[in-house]
């Protein structure tokens, strides 16, 4: 018996005419595959899109909405420490913007739709708590300098490189970044700026916008949108159809003016031997209004958007909040740069208003302040709090959970006294408190 040998392998890498070949750069960086020009010609498309794209906005709005959400928490123990701590975040927060034109909440949102939207938004600490922002157009290699084309493991023994205006010591470390600004080049120390993105992989340094994968999903949506609203308006006009032979012009231009009398606004004048048909009124179709609401949801998942958001009758209630607690869970993987950034501008605004005596803390040591003072993320609406307290009561009273716990998920400042006093009985001093952004 002959036996054929069969080599078995797996189909995503044998080429094939049926599909698209998806394996075009081979073993190289997701910064060298978006490359300085490609990287602009993705982010003018993902901003084109946001300019006629009305999903596409609901969705940035959605997105920000939620992961541009934190909240400022101070948990020491001394009630007076804390008054002052809250009355100096007051002031810092409406002016931590450089430019002097938003607050810190607006700054956030400002930072959070550069980030996602152009993939990635470099963080400047220009001091006295201001924060400047610096997009990602502007973020590139100096006059003179080339962008290395190597992995961060050849670096070793080699010089500084570049990648895309990020600066890499000879250890594939990021030491500084250049941002252009009307043609002049200025070096940012990375113990000043923070670049804040969304990465997939340990040798990119350059963020990519998640919503550049659905683009093209909602430029489809768009544009089948526009051309069902295109066939309903024509199968909602009036038309007349009239089969009949003239004799003369005179006729023709009087039955004309009879078909106006009676409110025809679409007249058809046809031969005895042609005819013609109406585009049926059922325009859009239940299929194609199915297979719309398809494109939309694939455009949405880009950034883990559930469709229940922006249709709220394609699910029940348990549905919408199953979606939702999910939902939660991945901005929260999304915040947590965020809450790393925040805190290390938290902490060093706090020391240099300290060494300024802009805060007066009695004599209380300023490491234990500032180990109770934080910014929380994302957290579940008040209502949910309400609807499943007994669940909350029932595992507190187990000890599963505890009340600080309860109190971050839902944005509660619920102040741990017992631990406070303890914090307040083992101050450290002050001297290492400086944080690098």
Not at 92 to 117: F, H, P, Q
Not at 124 to 134: M, T
Request: hydrophobic residues 35%; charged residues 25%.
């Amino acid at each position: 018996m002959l036996f054929k040998t069969i080599k078995m392998m797996y189909d995503a890498v044998v080429p094939s005419s049926r599909r698209r070949v998806q394996w075009t750069y081979i073993g190289q960086s997701e910064d060298n595959v978006l490359n300085r020009w490609r990287r602009r010609i993705g982010t003018e498309a993902v901003r084109d899109v946001l300019r006629f794209s009305a999903p596409a906005n609901y969705a940035l709005n959605k997105h920000l909405q939620f992961v541009a959400n934190f909240v400022f928490q101070c948990d020491y123990a001394d009630e007076e420490i804390r008054n002052r701590i809250k009355r100096w975040y007051k002031r810092w927060s409406m002016n931590a913007d450089y430019t002097g034109r938003t607050s810190l909440n607006g700054l956030i949102r400002k930072i959070e739709m550069c980030r996602v939207v152009d993939g990635d938004v470099l963080v400047h600490y220009a001091g006295d708590g201001k924060l400047q922002i610096c997009e990602s157009n502007e973020i590139m290699t100096p006059f003179g300098e080339q962008d290395a084309t190597n992995t961060p493991s050849e670096l070793a023994g080699g010089k500084p490189e570049w990648r895309q205006g990020v600066k890499l010591n000879r250890k594939g470390r990021v030491v500084g970044y250049n941002v252009r600004k009307q043609n002049d080049d200025h070096y940012l120390d990375a113990d000043d700026a923070y670049l804040l993105g969304y990465f997939r992989y340990g040798n990119q340094y350059r963020g990519v916008s998640p919503i550049l994968s659905g683009v093209n999903q909602f430029i489809d949506a768009y544009e089948a949108t526009e051309y069902a609203l295109a066939k309903a308006k024509v199968s909602q006009m009036v038309g007349l159809v009239t089969k009949r032979e003239f004799d003369n012009e005179d006729d023709l231009s009087s039955h004309r003016e009879n078909a106006k009398k009676l409110g025809v606004n679409a007249h058809v004048d046809l031969g005895l031997n042609d005819s013609m048909e109406f585009i049926t009124p059922s325009t859009p179709s239940n299929e194609f209004q199915a297979f719309l609401d398809k494109v939309i949801t694939v455009a949405l998942s880009c950034i883990d958007m559930p469709f229940s958001f922006f249709d709220g009758t394609v699910s029940n209630y348990y549905g919408t909040k199953a979606a939702y607690e999910l939902y939660v869970e991945t901005v929260r993987q999304k915040q947590e740069d965020w809450i790393v950034l925040l805190n290390k501008i938290l902490h060093r605004s706090m020391f240099d208003a300290f060494v300024n005596d802009e805060i007066d803390l009695g004599g209380h040591d300023l490491e234990a302040v500032l180990n109770d003072c934080e910014f929380i993320g994302a957290r579940y609406p008040m209502w949910q709090m309400f609807n499943d307290i007994d669940g909350i009561a029932k595992a507190e009273a187990l000890g599963f959970i505890n009340k600080q716990t309860v109190g971050t998920s839902y944005g509660l400042n619920v102040i741990d006294e017992e631990a406070g006093k303890k914090n307040l009985s083992q101050g450290k001093g002050t001297d290492s408190i400086y944080v690098n952004l």
